[in-house]
Nanobody, 127 residues
Framework: QVQLVESGGGLVQTGGSLRLSCAAS????????MGWFRQAPGKEREFVAG????????YYADSVKGRFTISRDNVKRTVYLQMNSLKPEDTAVYYCATHRRTLYSGSLFELNDMSYWGKGTEVTVSS
């Protein structure tokens, strides 16, 4: 079965960095676009970053553009989110998810475009 396991979250000060990982199994990872989303307390889950199946196309929410970088290693079956210059408003639970369309390289990463979700990893940025 599909499994997505996020790791790398934690407590960091404003301006700090974290690198999240999402280890994937149970599906054709190298043919699947992947996304990172986040959900802050009391707020809806929102898109953070997406990467095409081949890794050459990446997309970001305006709020993280220039600070976050999504990447993938198809050999290790892992997608990463490097987060720099963190702000208190980045505090949230971060989830990785699989895109429902195979071999997708477009920019649509809405919640209903995603099929499987991990359980999330918590990121807290202190001011």
């Amino acid at each position: 079965q599909v499994q997505l396991v996020e790791s790398g979250g934690g407590l960091v000060q404003t301006g700090g960095s974290l690198r999240l990982s999402c280890a994937a199994s149970g599906f054709a990872f190298s043919a699947t676009a992947m996304g990172w989303f986040r959900q802050a307390p009391g707020k809806e889950r929102e898109f953070v970053a997406g990467i095409s199946w081949h890794g050459t196309s990446t997309y970001y929410a305006d709020s993280v553009k220039g600070r976050f970088t999504i990447s993938r290693d198809n050999v290790k079956r892992t997608v990463y989110l490097q987060m720099n210059s963190l702000k208190p408003e980045d505090t949230a639970v971060y989830y990785c998810a699989t895109h429902r369309r195979t071999l997708y390289s477009g920019s649509l990463f809405e919640l209903n475009d995603m099929s499987y979700w991990g359980k999330g990893t918590e990121v807290t940025v202190s001011s």
